[in-house]
């Protein structure tokens, strides 16, 4: 008897992925709860460990800085992570593609790294295009990088470029592999289909996938 591939099926793949959203979104709102109480106890141990000259003794300050940063990070992470994968609606409007590049590339950094790929980036500082919905560069970004990040072997370069030509603004990322076959073609359908709903200028051959995007 075969085995059961269901988590091949792009219908159980789908299925899968709506679900993500409401449970990031709660786990975003139960995970900051605890990080509030950790935060608030420790200024109030901060404050207990004050001698008479007002401050922490150096030899726990350094305890109490790094404790107090690596909850600001978690919170921020969190914060990140959330921001891609909770889908809120968006209305038209202008959006930094600069930025949402660069942060796209933070939240699949480990991703890029586990897979032992060079990244090879390029961005045109503070460029900002026009787009129907707003919160939908992200899920160009992330589906464009991560597609790449499939189609490649480890040790190859994926390249990230965005770059402003006349009234538009390019979003490119290329990878080796050439005309090999796509690992996840829904994502290649997807992706013309939303770009076509959008009015965004989707192109992809072989390794290159381009978005051409109205300049804001």
Known sequence: MPAVQE?????VGAARYVAVPPLMDSLLHDVRNPLNALSINLEVLSEKLKG?????????AKNIKAMRDQIQRVDGILRQFADFIVLRGGSAGDVGL???????????AHESRRRRLKLQ??????????LQDTTELSFFLIQALLRAFGRSEAGTEVGV??????SVAVLEVTDSAG????????VVAA???RCAQLGVDFQ?????CRFLFPRA
């Open 7 to 11: 988590g091949a099926d792009p219908v």
């Open 52 to 60: 008479e000259t007002g401050e922490v003794p150096a030899s726990q």
């Open 98 to 108: 600069s930025e949402t590049t660069k942060r796209s590339l933070d939240v699949v």
């Open 121 to 130: 980036i390029s961005i045109d500082p503070d460029l900002r295009v026009r």
């Open 161 to 166: 470029a965005v770059r402003a030509e006349g």
């Open 179 to 186: 005309s090999a076959p796509e690992s996840v073609p829904d």
């Open 191 to 193: 992706l013309g289909l």
């Open 204 to 208: 992809i051959r072989g390794g290159v």
